[in-house]
């Protein structure tokens, strides 16, 4: 049996898509034998942003040692198997098989046996399980929604916890504002576990730190133990100062944007605090440059889409989808502002989840014109005309809603027709991301 079709059944275990708790989890995994307990171990990350790059930093660090690495990651782009990767030995990591995957689904759903379980609780417990089957030097579990009931949160004592920068997300599951948010992150943090914290606004930072008190973990902050040091003299270096020494002219990630040496650097201090992995400076350095992670920033320089533009035209593709994506984004339009200046043409979709507006409101000053299109195969994504009124309200002066992707890319050409060649980044929604991707026959592995 094929594994989309395994997967298929198993959304039907739950009646909400999301509802967070972690209790079915651990029943299930019980009845499974506790395979949670039996891992290398566990570096849990959470965060609103930077999660998966960061997870990439670290995993490509390590497998420079010659470490087994399995990694677990949220959502996937174009299929399933891109959320599991098994460290195998003598070699780098690889994406789970048809066969293992069906395996360890099957598996579970008998375990499971017919009780109520979320997608996403059914599948973490799929990919637990097979790391358990699998010897390996450590495991990267990155949260997929929050932090407090998140299914991952089910190890109780990971070897390391890392908290990339909170911003406002998912407020109808994780509260209404950012120290809200930021407590259900900081529910990863374990008594006597270290934690390695990236850059937070102080009402987020505030809350970790209250969270870190109450349950006993060590905190390493991002601006008091780690920073990131550009380089004076060299573009393409930079030093990561950490509590015991700086690891000098390390260089700038490979993933393209400003906020990835925070990213970076985040990686770097978090590998520090674990020191039986042996990671040396090389290694570091190979991880940040080796670090390839679809629909961050990328390029797409072929293909079948970008025929559909004017000759000349950039285009980008990125999955940022909240507030503190969009800063992120508008920190490399500032930058492409500066260094390299084009039009800039925004290909949105999102879902109704999202606050877009607050999403359009940090681009709004370095965006030529905005279309907006619907996210294809997904119920909750907010309407064309909708996320047009969206960016018209937060200051975008040329808006204009399509009908179709293919319609989306007519009308980006036609904003760039009589100008020089322009820039155009589509962003919003990592399932639109994923959308593009497929569409331009992309694969991931």
């Keep these: ?6 997967l298929e059944r198993l959304q039907a275990f739950h009646p909400k898509k999301i509802d967070l708790s972690l209790e079915r989890i651990e029943r299930l995994l019980a009845a499974l034998g506790n395979p949670e307990k039996k891992l290398a171990p566990v570096i849990h990350v959470a965060g609103t942003n930077g999660k998966g790059s960061v997870t990439q930093y670290m995993r490509i660090a390590l497998e420079h040692t010659g470490k087994r690495v399995h990694t677990y990651t949220s959502p996937h782009l174009i299929h399933f198997h891109e959320r599991i990767r098994i460290g195998r030995r003598a070699s780098f990591s690889s994406l789970i098989t048809e066969a293992e995957l069906v395996a360890a689904l099957e598996d ?17 417990a799929a990919a637990l399980l097979v790391f358990s089957r699998h010897e390996a030097d450590a495991v990267i579990l990155e949260v997929g929604l929050g ?16 908290i990339t920068p909170v911003s406002v997300d ?7 504002d950012l120290p809200a948010i930021a407590a259900e992150k900081a529910g990863i943090l374990k008594a006597g576990v270290t934690a390695v914290i990236g850059p937070q606004e102080p009402e987020a930072l505030a809350v970790i730190e209250k969270r870190a008190a109450e349950v006993g973990a060590p905190l390493i902050l991002h601006g008091r133990d780690w920073s990131v040091i550009p380089s004076q003299h060299e573009s393409d270096k930079m030093s990561v100062k950490v509590p015991q020494l700086t690891y000098e002219r390390l260089p700038v990630p490979a993933l393209v944007g400003p906020h990835q040496a925070l990213n970076g650097g985040l990686a770097v201090a978090a590998i520090d605090q674990v020191p039986e992995f042996r990671v040396g400076h090389h290694a570091l350095g190979e991880g940040l440059t080796n670090a390839r992670w679809p629909a961050r920033l990328q390029r797409i320089d072929d293909g079948k889409l970008i025929k559909n533009l004017n000759q000349g035209t950039e285009l980008w593709l990125d999955g940022g989808h909240n507030p503190g994506a969009a800063v992120a984004l508008a920190g490399m339009a500032a930058e492409w502002k500066a260094k390299a200046p084009r039009p800039l043409i925004l290909i949105t979709g999102m879902l ?4 877009a507006t607050a999403f359009f409101k940090p681009l709004a000053p370095h965006v030529h014109a905005v279309v907006t299109m619907e996210v294809p195969g997904q119920d909750a994504s907010l309407p064309a005309k909708q996320l047009a009124e969206s960016a018209t ?12 992707l293919a319609d989306a890319f007519e009308q980006a050409a036609k ?19 994923g959308h593009i991707l497929e569409a331009d026959g992309r694969e991931i592995k």
């Excluded at 932090?147 to 089910?154: E, I, K, M, S, Y």
């Design 1 to 6: 049996m094929a594994s989309n079709e395994v």
């Design 108 to 124: 579970c759903e008998k375990a499971n046996d017919g009780a109520p379980i979320t997608f996403f609780e059914i599948t973490t």
């Design 147 to 162: 932090g407090r009931l998140d299914a991952t949160n089910v190890i109780a004592k990971p070897r390391l916890c890392v």
């Design 170 to 176: 998912h407020v109808a599951f994780l509260g209404p």
């Design 352 to 355: 109704d989840t999202k606050d």
């Design 393 to 404: 309200k937060a200051g975008v002066k040329q808006v204009k809603a399509a009908k179709s």
């Design 415 to 433: 904003f760039s027709d009589r100008g020089p060649p322009a820039r155009v980044l589509i962003c919003g929604s990592l399932y639109l991301a």
